[in-house]
């Protein structure tokens, strides 16, 4: 099986192929390329050669995310719609502090920038189920997966098939499927039911941002959860199995603590991926009904590009409350990792 | 092998236990053959219906309850009219059925004649009309976009941004896993540091100020926007580095003995070896890329240079949404990564399984 399968070097066939495919221009344009290094190299040594390999990736990297880092707390702190930073006057810690402006952290409506908190408790709503249903659902299709069926590599594909459509995709057929006229409702019109105006019904808007994208995403957390069923040795289960074991004793006393590592990683995973939750429920919903499915990084997006005024010090200052939660739930994903990588 | 008996026993310890065993009927396999045949169904069902619909008429998409297949209603053309009529058939008052042409209907009567004796004109209750259809594809739905609006350009935009990202992406990101991975220099586990610290920082946290960035670079609008800022990604120097890990050094030291410059190692030695690695990082690329809309959707504002992503959502995002064009341009959207489902689903799964990235 597939997964089975580690990737193995071919020498041989690996050079021929290259060959074969890239041809001509990969090999001019390498060969431009090869004189500017052999003249550094000749001129600085090879002990200076790591640096210039490395150099474009770093150059990139550093432009685009590393110094955009660090701009984003200099946005937080100025004021003004300016995109430009010598035209932004410092206001401290004001856009932090209008965010936080609530009579009631509970209460949205009490909030000066209620939008910003109906975002953040869309997104905890979201995550909660959305994580649960996400997990809950890999691991049951992974230990399907993994037992002895017929067509295994047929349904593990199957499952797999909606990870690599795009959220636009994703959306709209989900979309033609919900709408008033849609195949959903003439299935419930023929089960004699009432149609149901699904992007109109805020509980409705928001199971069905959950359902999509759970849909969309279990099967990558079921391609992790399955490698780590492959990987507990099978002479557990044996040995498991001629002392007569309870099968309910065996899954939670051998599979569930083996796969406890993998099962750590898909949550924190699904964690920092539903936190950032945008693109297919901002085609799906739009956000609505009113602001029913707004989450987070939708209200970054709005405040700082859609609406008319650009407020890029607010979207900046949401970012940073953003960040800060990712970065704690990144040094948790690091954390188990760091346990399945040891266990 | 034991007797049948606990052959049954065994199969439900191997449901929760999952584990591989010889093939018994139980509830467990029944319930598992369900659940995977309603999955299969959820994740290809909605697929398969889009693709459907997308081959319809506008007056067929409008249909509720709607039908399986794109039907279209049969035309004739009738002597008298200048356009084809369409078809009915007719239940007349005696309870006969004839197949009638409408020339046009005024409320609740529809008036209509007979296309082989076109004279005479048969006022009938809509009610005792259906249409005569046959399967057609309205292949229209594809064709137009393309011409009228401004779908061949997205697509372009597309395949432009796809291929230039992961050529660069390809390219820097081998470069410094080779840097990574051969050498051993001042400052080595300082890099490996930041690249795994940074593995994780998302472009939601930083929209503003790369935004500022890619203004500055005078790069809002133009392709290049997309193209560069996804370049440099750790992921994918996290992946080739390891695998270049696994090259024999003797290898390397030979080709330094053979005069060869640390340059053509790279790309004479190293690159064609990490093959299948960066088979794996393609792949990844070019779906990132295909798929990429939240920064597209910020930097690019002008119609010319939308993605195919973009112009989708801004076309389904319009007051009156021309669906039957909408499901038409999402199929061509979705046929890409298809056919790397299709063909390369096996690099991609164990990409996932031993690298956990997406």
Known sequence: MALDETIKPEAETGTSRLNAIAAWPVRVLFGILDVPFRALQRLLGIGSMPYFFILPNLAFFGLFVVVPLFINFAYSVTGGTNLFMENRPYVGGEQYGFLFDCGNYLDPSTC??????????????????????????????????????????????????????????????????????????????????????FFVSPAWAMF?????????????????????????????????????TK?????????????WPNMLVVIVLALIKAVQIFDEVFVLTGGGPGTATQFVVQYIYTTGFANQIQNFGLAAAASVVLGVVLFVLTLLQLAASRRKDEG | ????????????????????????????????????????????????????????????????????????????????????????????????????????????????????????????????????????VAWENYTKPLERFNFLTYLNNS??????????TLLINSMAAFGL????????????????????????????????????????????????PGAATPTGVFLLRQYMLTIPRDLIEAARMDKASEWSIYWRIVLPLSLPAIAVL????????????????????????????IGLNAFQGELDVQWHYVLAMTVVALIPVTLVFAFLQRFITTGIASSGMK
């Open chain 2, 181 to 228: 991975a051969i050498y051993e220099f001042r400052g080595r586990s300082a890099v490996m540091l930041f690249v795994i610290g940074t593995l994780m920082i998302p472009i939601t946290i930083i929209l503003v100020p790369a935004y500022l960035v890619v203004t500055q670079l005078g790069m809002v609008n133009s392709l290049w926007a997309v193209i560069l």
């Open chain 2, 282 to 309: 393609a792949i990844f690329s070019v779906m990132w890329r295909w798929n990429d809309f939240l920064w597209p959707l910020i930097v690019l504002n002008r119609s010319e240079v939308y993605t195919l992503q």
């Open chain 2, 1 to 136: 092998m034991a007797g049948t008996s606990t052959m049954n026993d065994r199969s439900v310890t191997r449901f929760l236990t999952a584990r591989r065993g010889g093939a018994s009927m139980h509830w467990t396999d029944v319930f598992s053959y369900i659940y995977l045949a309603l999955g299969v169904a959820l994740m290809f069902g909605p697929v398969v219906w889009l693709a459907l619909s997308s081959f319809k008429t506008p007056a067929g998409l409008q249909e509720f309850p709607p039908t399986l297949l794109p039907l279209g209603q049969i035309e004739r053309q009738v002597e008298g009219y200048d356009d084809p009529l369409p078809m009915f058939e007719v239940t007349m008052e005696d309870g006969s059925v004839r197949e009638l042409a409408q020339v046009r209907r005024i409320g609740i009567i529809a008036q209509m004649v007979d296309p082989d004796d076109p004279g005479e004109t048969i006022k009938v209750p809509i009610a005792n009309r259906k249409p005569i259809r046959e399967f057609r």
């Open chain 1, 208 to 244: 069905w941002a959950i359902f999509v994208s759970v849909w969309a995403h279990m099967g990558f957390y079921t391609l992790i959860l399955l490698a780590g069923l492959q990987a507990i040795p099978p002479d557990l289960y044996e040995a498991a199995e001629m002392d007569g």
């Open chain 1, 112 to 197: 000066r920038e209620d939008r910003f908190w109906r975002g953040v408790y869309n997104t905890f709503t979201f995550v909660f189920f959305q994580v649960s249903l996400m997990v809950l659902f890999s691991l049951v299709t992974a230990l399907i997966l993994n037992r002895e069926i017929r067509g295994r590599g047929f349904f593990r594909a199957a499952f797999f098939f909606p990870v690599l459509l795009s959220p636009v995709v994703v959306a709209l057929i989900w979309k033609w499927i919900l709408l008033r006229d849609g195949v959903l409702n003439a299935f419930l019109v023929s089960m004699g039911l009432d149609p149901i105006l």
């Open chain 2, 159 to 168: 395949v432009i941004v796809t291929t230039a990202a992961t050529l660069v």
């Open chain 1, 247 to 259: 099968r309910e004793r065996v899954f939670f006393r051998i599979t569930l603590p083996l796969l």
